[in-house]
């Protein structure tokens, strides 16, 4: 079976995980309807299933091409994205006044699953362009905006993120490119940076470049850092496309994966510099650009997500035509692989990790939401605050299973899995580059530890642990068979999730170290906890289902949810006793790393 | 700091984990000395870490080409490998009489280990060639093992190994490549094989292909399979090359890794058959083959440790070099990633595990060497089943640590990292192979259940168990603060271990189902366990040292052994409570795995 976007399991998991009908019967959601949203994201998968899940291998195999500071894309890659951007699928969250359509970031986030999934390589041009938007609307002068946000939401003129330099990759303090101030108000660019995704090609008609760099006589640091906005083309009066601005692209990088999408170095200001406008104040980049890191950490984080969610289907497939073996099944046939245990513990351990990822991608997306359009100030501000909790999570426990859904799948197509052409070891490859990029994993897992936890006095994280609690005592409550000991494993998850919490702010408050030697760990627990929690809610929502409605269509998602609690959240007492362990193991770093004579 | 074969670790872990000072005191490696040892694997580091190593990028970029039948391998690779056979290192684990040297399998592993980090496509050449030796000397007739040995020790004529087919990969019952008896004794074959590494190349005289293949009226199933030698070219009666036998490569594969060395269809009998000959008896070639089968298990395992340790000293050398952020050693400048916690958790998980699964490996060889040439037909078969038991998990725990391990190191290098020129992603894709070939390593994870822990009634994995009881012990008795909660985190691997056995072997008298969904699991907990044992058994020979001759140069040793019980074994109890949720949460699979409409 060719590849299907996951639309089913996609709307289920809005409705059961993150509730977005109930947002929409509170009013939250404007005029929207849930039929509404099914119809979109049906949409989406069909145009994403057609016409852009054929450019996947396509990508791969062709790569983008540079040659004299031109970037070609694939075959395939500027026609599909023509269309995709004329049926407006680039303004999906946009708000209407720039002619997006002012969707959910709920609805924003399956798509991007859908873009995603259909071909990652692909869908990274309009993700920059969507944080560029972002950003561009939250900090840009109403000049600014007036005239870069429509051609921007309709994708006739795409975004990148101007951040990396060669010496400054997570450690934007280090960031040298100059900006000087000209006569008439605008600025001049002149530095290189790298890592430049799309910065260069051939889809678009002008490219807005978000470009981080120092004013003369800053402060040293992050907090000398503005935001400026650089176009390809200048831009006439009217809106127009003018003449080549200075700045360049002067190569792209021989990648691991994502061949279709270029990695450009961008030179500003070989010449007089490269003409550019600050968006928002001066010294203040670093906050404009949040916005469009924060929106870009949940976009990655959902990359895990859809190409975890291709591998699988990927393998599935596979396992259910393959034979080899016996699986005592009768007969002296061979049995497809799929009636081994061993491979129906490797595919539910893709499509539950799949599954839990999503379901936290969805909170993720949910609380954004409901920080721009709950009732009351609090309301927003708790759910601002939760965004903020699960961006990391979101970010980097989904790309971690992205990468392992990805390998598992190379497994559960033995040596075939290991041959290019059959296009597992693509999905492997591609995976890789997103627990890298957007802040490396390793990062996020601080942030979520000295920046999230102690928000709103350690509040929030507070609440999301008893949100959890809540889901196990429902499922308790339930009281089902089919769930196993769902339950018990998840009351030991969360109890345990709680404790190493108040360990962590305990830490916090005096000496750091063990709190960051313990930060990964702890954020794969929180993972496996939620992601636990959220396979529970779908789990419960599909009992429910046949209770009510008697539809059985979806009990196996309460299998999914035992499966993930009895198999996976197992690990997590595991992982609390590792992070107890605070940072005495690592104190000897340097004799135990130091090579032996 | 370029790649250096990291022969003191080697052997370190030779004296401390596997004994072989011990071994050869006791007169069981014949005339070996220790310092003879010493000699000859710091001249295979020197070696390999000068010829071999830098052939590991080249064979990457180049990759093996086909043309016309005929492969070429990447510039380089025919002159190295030349000058390796002619130096002898082809023969070091073969018989004196056929013109090898005679060492120890533990010496045979740790070279094996030198030439895999060295350049692991490269090294794939010998390793088949190894095992197509062991093969035949074991049960090759005295016409075929005087003609074809001295040639294949020497290296002058290299080997294959011919299993799989289009449709029989795990699963060899399915073999259908055919036989035919000629009239003067030989055979002749017809068929087509896949996947067979260094099926065709430019770097020796000769090649060897050992055949899997079915005779008219065989038996169904494996047990009609027969094991035959058809080389590329027939050998004159005086033993010289003659002319070329009626087998051809068709092709090779284009592959995530490994692109040096050729993975090749093999086509037998275009015209009137490949010449062949029987090796053993008809209808017994699998045992025959298994041999060899054991061998390359063993060999595929040290793989693992391998690339996971050429990798780990890339990320070292990088974390070192590469400065992002404030590690709070005071200042205002950048501090060398390696300062930072998480950056060491990642090094010493690396590391860790690689110790960790090299000590495996050793135990493993030890076993063999014991094997063969302990005082008593009792303790020659207790060596026996003891290698038996370790093979699995020596094929499997390690090569899974090699992924984890290149994974890691592409991590450690942030974006660097997923650019093909740092050579962080080459190891990744490199390793991706070995928990594939020479049996995926869910059917490892079979083997170890079904078995190997019935051998001897239950009485090797019970010593096993035992022996790492005793290494906690040993932590415990010692009582160094350094060790810190060494001995309590192995003494609860091991309960749980034994537990976890003891279920396994209850299960196996009944359903097997339970049993088999838990293999996997079941042979990490014992990887875990087991590699406990091995880091702490190096870290108690380390204590040692700096008690009784006071050299501390080693007690990074006793970090890292402590390092991997404290966050690391830490993971054994929820494997063991996966396991023991059994075979419930599988069994929905259908309705669990169904896709939703």
Chains 1, 2 share one sequence.
Not at 213 to 218: I, K, N, S, T, V
Not at 359 to 377: K, M, N, Q, V, Y
Not at 497 to 525: F, K, V
Not at 558 to 577: I, N, Q, S, Y
Request: charge should be negative.
């Amino acid at each position: 079976m060719p590849y299907r976007s996951p639309v089913a399991d996609i709307l289920f998991s809005l409705r059961s995980v993150a509730n977005l009908p109930g947002m929409i019967d509170q009013g939250l959601a404007g005029e929207l309807d849930w039929d509404a949203v099914k119809s979109i994201v049906a949409e989406a998968g069909r145009f994403a299933t057609e016409e852009i899940a054929p450019l996947n291998r396509v990508g791969d195999l062709a790569g983008a091409r540079y040659e004299n500071g031109a970037v070609t894309t694939p075959p395939g890659f500027a026609d599909v994205y023509t269309r995709w951007a004329e049926a407006g699928w680039n303004g999906v969250s946009a708000p209407a006044k720039f002619g997006g359509m002012g969707l959910p970031h709920l609805v924003n986030v399956a798509c991007t699953e859908i873009w995603n999934g259909a071909a990652m390589a692909f869908a990274l041009c309009p993700l920059l362009t969507e944080g560029a938007i972002g950003a561009l609307k939250a900090h840009g002068s109403r000049e600014l905006t007036e005239v870069y946000l429509p051609p921007m939401v309709s994708g006739r003129w795409t975004g990148t993120m101007n951040l990396t330099e060669p010496q400054a990759g997570s450690d934007l303090n280090a960031v040298r490119t100059r900006a000087e101030r000209a006569e008439d108000g605008s600025y001049r660019l002149f530095g290189q940076k790298i890592f430049i995704t799309y910065g260069e090609h051939d889809m678009a008609e002008n490219i807005v470049h978000l470009v981080l760099a120092r004013l003369p006589g800053a402060p040293a640091g992050t907090r000398g850092l503005s935001l400026f906005l650089a176009p390809k083309f200048l831009v006439n009066a009217e809106g127009s496309v003018g003449e080549r601005n200075d700045l360049r692209c002067a190569g792209i990088e021989h990648k691991l994966g994502i061949h279709g999408s270029p990695t450009c170095v961008m030179v500003y200001g070989d010449n007089d510099g490269a003409k550019a406008w600050l968006i928002g104040e001066e010294n203040r980049g670093l906050a404009a650009m949040f916005v469009m890191m924060n929106a870009a950490r949940l976009a990655v984080g959902t990359q895990g997500v859809a190409i975890g969610d291709r591998a699988y289907q990927q393998a599935l497939t596979y396992a259910r035509e393959r034979r080899q073996g016996r699986a005592g099944k009768g007969g002296d046939a061979m049995s497809p692989i799929i009636e081994h245990p061993d491979v129906q513990r490797m595919l539910m351990t893709m499509k539950a990790n799949v599954h839990a990822a999503r379901g936290i991608c969805h909170l993720t997306g949910a609380s954004l939401d409901l920080a721009s359009h709950a009732r009351t100030e609090d309301e927003r501000t708790a759910a601002a605050n939760r965004a903020a909790l699960l961006t990391p999570i979101a970010k980097a426990f989904s790309t971690d299973i992205g990468d392992e859904a990805t390998s598992i799948g190379v497994q559960v197509h033995g040596g075939m899995g290991y041959i290019e052409e059959t296009g597992a070891a693509q999905h492997m490859r591609d995976s890789r580059i997103a627990a890298i990029y957007e802040g490396a994993n390793g990062i996020h897992a601080l942030d979520l530890v000295q920046r999230k936890l102690p928000l709103a006095g350690g509040e929030t994280v507070k609440r999301e642990i008893a949100g959890v609690r809540e889901v196990a005592g429902a499922v308790a409550d339930r009281g089902s068979a089919r769930f196993g000991s769902t339950a018990e494993r998840l009351f030991e998850a969360v109890d345990v999730l709680e404790e190493t919490t108040h360990t962590m702010m305990r830490w916090l408050e005096r000496d750091q170290h063990p709190a960051l030697a313990g930060a990964s760990q702890y954020l794969r627990l929180f993972g496996l906890a939620l992601g636990g929690a959220c396979l529970a809610k779908a789990g419960l929502a599909a009992e429910a289902l046949a209770a009510d409605w008697d539809d059985e269509s979806e009990l196996g998602r309460v299998g999914l949810a035992r499966f993930f609690a009895e198999k996976l959240t197992t690990a997590a007492p595991g992982l609390a006793r590792a992070i107890a362990s605070g940072s005495a193991p690592l104190e000897p770093y340097e004799a135990i790393l130091a090579e032996s004579a």
